[in-house]
Structure formats: C-alpha cells, structure tokens
Nanobody
Framework: QLQLVESGGGLVQPGGSLRLSCAES????????IGWFRRAPGKEREAVSC????????HYADSVKGRFTISRDSAKNTVYLQMNSLKPEDTAVYYC????????????????????WGQGTQVTVSS
C-alpha cells in the first residue's frame, strides 16, 4: 500500500513561492498518476493539478494555471508542486493522491479516481 508523504508547506507572504513535495519510499510513483488537492477552511476539497504516469500529460485548475507547476523527479521518486505568485485564497491544506490509471480532462479532478492519499501539508498565505 502506498504511503504518500507531503512536505514543503508553511507560511508565505502574498506573491511568494513554495514548493510542495509528495514522496513515497516503497512504490515507484512513476507508475501512478499523481494529483494535488487542497481544502480551505469551510470549503470542499478541490483539485489543483495532476500529472499522469511517467511524466505524461498534466492538468491544472483554472484558479492556478500560470502560477503552479507540477513535475516529477523519478530519481527521487517524488512529485512536486511549484507554487508561485501565491494569493491568500491559496491558503489550504494540500494533499497529494495517487491513481492507478492515467486520468484525462474529465476525470483528473474527481476525488474518487484516486486510491491513495497523503496526510496533507498546511499552506498559509498571509502578510
């Protein structure tokens, strides 16, 4: 069973950057589609981005396009979410998740497509 571990969250000022990491020590993440979701206080969990297996296609929510970039480092068995130009509305707990199948434009943002979830990392954007 995959055990995904997120890291890299923290407190950052508006306009700043953070890079989140999603790592797994036992299974090869290249075989999975990896998604990032977030849940802000009082809101539903929403999809942020997804990268398909072996560095395949990527997907982004409209709210983060042009600011966030998802990528893989196969040697480190890690998926990253580079977040630039952060806004207060990006404040949330960010989760990474793994899906056994590649996901297309109609499925990448569906929670139930993902089989494994990490525990989350807090991102707070505030001055």
């Amino acid at each position: 069973q995959l055990q995904l571990v997120e890291s890299g969250g923290g407190l950052v000022q508006p306009g700043g950057s953070l890079r989140l990491s999603c790592a797994e020590s036992g299974f090869i993440l290249d075989y999975f589609a990896i998604g990032w979701f977030r849940r802000a206080p009082g809101k539903e969990r929403e999809a942020v981005s997804c990268i398909n297996s072996s560095g395949g296609s990527t997907h982004y929510a409209d709210s983060v396009k042009g600011r966030f970039t998802i990528s893989r480092d196969s040697a480190k068995n890690t998926v990253y979410l580079q977040m630039n130009s952060l806004k207060p509305e990006d404040t949330a707990v960010y989760y990474c998740a793994a899906a056994s199948n590649d996901l297309d434009g109609s499925s990448w943002d569906v929670r139930y497509e993902y089989n494994y979830w990490g525990q989350g990392t807090q991102v707070t954007v505030s001055s």
